[in-house]
């Protein structure tokens, strides 16, 4: 499942969280056998899948051989579904956390994990859950179909979010600072007063933003020149200290506070900053719409030599 772009909303809409805590509501659900096998997870699975999209449930011994089942509403988020969870710190010693929700399939069928995804397939509603032994396990439905199996590994910010609320860490590596500041270079670019901005132009908001637009001294900038300096601004950064600096409120996240930044760790926060800008496709696919069919092909060049240094996530990944 792919997006990268979701419906954002007004940081005024969406509160400053505290930390917050599901407590389950009864013994909705008692099964025998504290471990969970692979019929209890197809069965948390079922169970999920009749309950309304939008449902959020945790499971949590309470004597030997039983479980309780809690469910709650999966609390609303106007910049994704994932993001609904930013802050929640389920009780210990719970076996795993589940939700529902629509988001959307990629074509090679991973299942993103945020209900706002902008990517090249219809909404889907999609079940997942992940134990506290890090396993997940994801089910897609596609209108009035039989729930069908992820295929993959499902990843986003739904994914995300459920390993931090059941305390582990975010799967995976976090991408590389180089696409962080080619997606913010596009962004720039795109932003530029000119409907179909030349190379010169283009190149100039990285190599001078102060002149961004405007003839650059020195005559035209050189792929070398763009390429050398994204891999030096890369180099002098660390993304554990640009976390650091968004959870104590000395740097500014799209669409996210410090206490948000904070309750993630270094690669779901990565991952957020990334994908908070147009994918390079997308960027570039505007690019070319626009008219200026020259300056893309120089960018997309510059990007595939970073590309080759630092593997780079071309189509942008934002799960619910």
Not at 94 to 111: E, H, K, N, P, T
Not at 123 to 149: F, K, M
Not at 182 to 196: I, Q, Y
Not at 291 to 307: H, K, N, W
């Amino acid at each position: 499942m792919s997006s990268s772009s979701r419906p954002r909303g007004s940081r005024r809409d969406h509160p400053t969280p505290s930390r917050r805590h599901v407590r389950p509501p009864g013994p909705l659900l008692v099964a025998p056998g504290a471990e969970l096998t692979p019929d209890h997870i197809d069965g948390l699975l079922t169970v999920l899948g009749g309950l309304d999209t939008g449902s959020l449930v945790i499971v949590q011994p309470d004597r030997p051989g039983h479980m309780t089942l809690g469910v709650r509403e999966l609390p609303a988020d106007p910049r994704c579904a994932g993001a609904g969870l930013f802050g929640l710190d389920v009780p210990t010693g719970c076996s795993l956390i589940a939700a529902s929700f629509i988001g959307r399939c990629s074509s090679d069928s991973d299942a993103e994990t945020d209900g706002g995804a902008a990517g090249g397939s219809a909404p889907t509603r999609v079940d997942a859950l992940v134990t506290a032994l890090g396993d997940v396990h994801a089910r897609v439905r596609h209108g009035d179909e039989p729930p069908q199996p992820v295929v993959g590994a499902p990843s986003g910010v739904m994914v995300d979010a459920m390993h931090r609320a059941i305390r582990l860490p975010s799967p995976g590596s976090p991408p590389p600072l180089t696409e962080l500041v080619g997606r913010m270079w596009l962004h720039r670019v795109l932003g530029l007063p000119s409907p179909a901005p030349t190379w010169s132009q283009a190149a100039t908001t990285h190599l001078d933003p102060g002149r961004s637009g405007r003839p650059r001294r020195g005559g035209e900038p050189t792929t070398d020149e763009v390429v050398d300096s994204i891999l030096e601004l890369a180099d002098d950064a660390d993304w554990r200290d640009l976390h650091r600096a968004a959870a104590i409120g000395r740097m500014a996240v799209p669409e996210l506070d410090p206490l948000e930044a904070d309750w993630m760790d270094h690669t779901m926060f990565a991952r957020w900053m990334v994908e908070s800008f147009r994918s390079t496709d997308v960027a570039l696919a505007m690019l070319r719409s626009s008219g200026a069919d020259a300056t893309a092909d120089r960018i997309d060049e510059v990007l595939s030599r970073i590309a080759a240094t630092a593997p780079v996530l071309r189509r942008g990944r934002r799960g619910a």
